[in-house]
């Protein structure tokens, strides 16, 4: 059986997929399965996965349609049985994709909110959405589809494989920037500015409140991950420049420099979810978004967020994020977080004891 996945999001989304893909893999036997991404950043998260047999790569974004559809067609050439959409995909874009890579059986999500223009209808099997299951677990549903898998079988944890080379400038660059083994805490500030998801981040000002009492107080290391270098410089200022960028060019970086990280706070991006992947323990600063379907998955975490009336707003829809509330009120539900309750958070998840002969980045 050859089975081709269309990861076509995002990398949170698409490591969120992680263990459906694992178990295709243990379940089948003998199965082929090929992924295909539209982020470069996904393709090199998945690079190193054991459960790949290929991974592709469109840049759809970027290039022209017609270079987009010759190499939809060579794809097309290897015959899989089965293509899926992971969860979620429920642009009309995505399901006259998997339309066109020819496989006979398509697999993807009936979502609540959606029209007959999502065009759904070009899937063969649809799996029915669920309000408040996380992410995970409805991709896993997709697995169901596929495979029969006993209802007693444990979802597992999410996976990132990194090369041993880059696990090892990892430490090598820990050794320069940490002497002292030092208390390590990531920070991702930012956010990703499809769909007006730029009112997902929480306060720079208070992001580097944030970090200034945990240098004073915790004597910690504060790490700045994510490609948003202005947004970043800017927080690094205001901790004194105390602060150490921690993310490349090369995302597989990122991954293996967070793998070491003690603590990890972050706004509901994909850094979030490769916390969880790595068990870092993780505060979640959320505001519209749902956190019951986007919560560090298999990890000690704490989602610090505002019990609106309105929230969560924002459902998987193609559509930007919009809010009923103007003025002084306007993403009430992210600038009402305060940096005490966020502090709060992070001492919690620090309470543990950290072993006086841990290494740079053993989870505590």
Request: a neutral charge; one cysteine or more.
């Amino acid at each position: 059986m050859k089975i081709l996945i269309n990861a076509l999001s995002g990398n949170g989304d698409a490591l969120m997929f992680s263990p459906t893909l694992k178990v295709l893999k243990e379940k089948i036997p003998g199965v082929q399965i090929g992924m295909l991404a539209m982020y470069k950043s996904v393709k090199e998260m998945y690079s190193e996965s054991p459960y790949l047999t290929n991974i592709y790569f469109i840049d759809f974004l970027h290039q022209s349609k017609i270079k987009s559809l010759k190499e939809i067609k060579e794809i097309r050439k290897n015959k899989y049985d089965i293509s899926i959409n992971t969860y979620p995909a429920n642009r009309f874009e995505y399901n006259f994709l998997n339309f066109l890579l020819g496989a006979k059986k398509r697999i993807a999500h009936h979502y609540i909110h959606t029209n007959f223009f999502r065009f759904e209808f070009l899937n063969s099997v649809l799996v029915d959405e669920v309000k408040d299951r996380h992410n995970v677990l409805q991709n896993y549903e997709i697995a169901r589809a596929v495979v029969e898998i006993p209802s007693e079988d444990k979802v597992s944890n999410m996976e990132i494989a990194i090369k041993d080379e880059d696990i090892k400038a990892a430490e090598n660059w820990f050794k320069e920037i940490n002497p002292d083994n030092k208390l390590i805490v990531g920070f991702h500030t930012g956010s990703a500015l499809l769909k007006n998801h730029i009112h997902k981040r929480w306060d720079k000002i208070k992001y580097a409140d944030l970090g200034k009492r945990l240098i004073d107080e915790y004597n910690a290391i504060i790490l700045l991950f994510g490609n948003e270098r202005d947004l970043n410089t800017e927080v690094n200022e205001m901790l004194g420049n105390h602060g150490v960028f921690a993310s490349t060019n090369n995302f597989m970086d990122s991954m293996a420099r967070q793998k070491f990280c003690d603590l990890f706070v972050s706004n509901d991006t994909a850094f979030l979810h490769s916390a969880g992947a790595f068990g870092i323990p993780t505060v979640g600063i959320f505001a519209y978004t749902n956190h019951k379907e986007l919560y560090p998955w298999n990890t000690k975490y704490i989602i610090v967020r505002k019990d609106l009336d309105c929230s969560p707003c924002f459902y998987n829809s193609p559509k930007p994020a919009t809010f009923l509330w103007k003025g002084e009120d306007d993403f009430k539900c992210m600038k009402t977080i305060s940096v005490d309750e966020v502090f709060e958070a992070c001492e919690k998840l620090l309470s543990v004891k950290i072993p006086d002969n841990r290494k740079p980045g053993n989870s505590i």
